[in-house]
Nanobody, 114 residues
Framework: EQLVESGGGFMQPGGSLRLSCLAS????????MAWYRQAPGKSREWVAS???????DYADSVKGRFSISRDNEKNTVYLQMNVLKPDDTFVYFC?????????WGQGTQVTVSS
């Protein structure tokens, strides 16, 4: 199984980015999936989840600004990030919503700064 995240970059506060997570080696449609983020030297934190049925849940810090979605035909999970803040600066990863996890990908760096 492999997860490849993309779509990160540098953005000014208030801007938007859409992250993608392409899965290979397994059917994403069979799993509840989630996005996580991590700062250097710190623990990975949960950001958002989407169930097999499409139900979503968000961390309080991103609720109302981020939106998680999935396209099972493309075997891809997305994270639409709006009204970005400097506090959203992390490396973002996707994986299953709960253990046991698939091997973690490289993540995609999001930097929000003026």
């Amino acid at each position: 199984e492999q997860l490849v995240e993309s779509g990160g970059g540098f953005m000014q506060p208030g801007g938007s980015l859409r992250l993608s997570c392409l899965a290979s080696g397994f059917f994403l449609s069979l799993h509840d999936m989630a996005w996580y983020r991590q700062a250097p030297g710190k623990s990975r934190e949960w950001v958002a989840s989407i169930s097999i049925g499409g139900e979503t849940d968000y961390a309080d810090s991103v609720k109302g600004r981020f939106s998680i979605s999935r396209d099972n035909e493309k075997n891809t999970v997305y994270l639409q990030m709006n009204v970005l803040k400097p506090d959203d600066t992390f490396v973002y990863f996707c994986n299953k919503a709960r253990p046991p996890f698939f091997p973690w990908g490289q993540g995609t760096q999001v930097t929000v700064s003026s």
